[in-house]
């Protein structure tokens, strides 16, 4: 089986940083594309940062520039780098991976149970 797990939120002030990760475990032949995605109470559910297996990212407008994903391939595992955070970044976290148990696999995607970051005074 595989397992995503989230580790690194928190409560910090307006203008602190967090580090979120997100550590890929069991069977795992390769990871492509992997994300960061966050729900704040009801909204939808939003892509925050995504990241290739070769590097290439994309953000969301309202963090561009504040946050940094990363990965290390040889871990299976991502990071994202939170800075300047604002009270509108409160949200429940979710990584998602899109991966191959087996060289023959097809691409599934999983998601991670999430990691709450609140922002607050």
């Known amino acids: 089986q595989v397992q995503l797990v989230e580790s690194g939120g928190g409560l910090v002030q307006p203008g602190g940083s967090l580090r979120l990760s997100c550590a890929g475990s069991?069977?795992?032949?390769?990871?492509?594309?992997m994300g960061w995605y966050r729900q704040a109470p009801g909204k939808q559910r939003e892509m925050v940062a995504d990241?290739?297996?070769?590097?290439?990212?994309n953000y969301l407008d309202s963090v561009k520039g504040r946050f940094t994903i990363s990965r290390d391939n040889t871990k299976n595992t991502m990071y994202l780098q939170m800075n300047s955070l604002q009270a509108e970044d409160t949200a429940v976290y979710y990584c998602?991976?899109?991966?191959?148990?087996?060289?023959?696999?097809?691409?599934?995607?999983?998601w991670g149970q999430g990691t709450q970051v609140t922002v607050s005074s």
């Open positions: 998602n991976a899109a991966l191959r148990m087996y060289a023959t696999s097809p691409l599934r995607i999983y």
């Open positions: 990241i290739t297996r070769s590097g290439n990212t």
């Open positions: 069991g069977n795992i032949f390769s990871v492509d594309v």
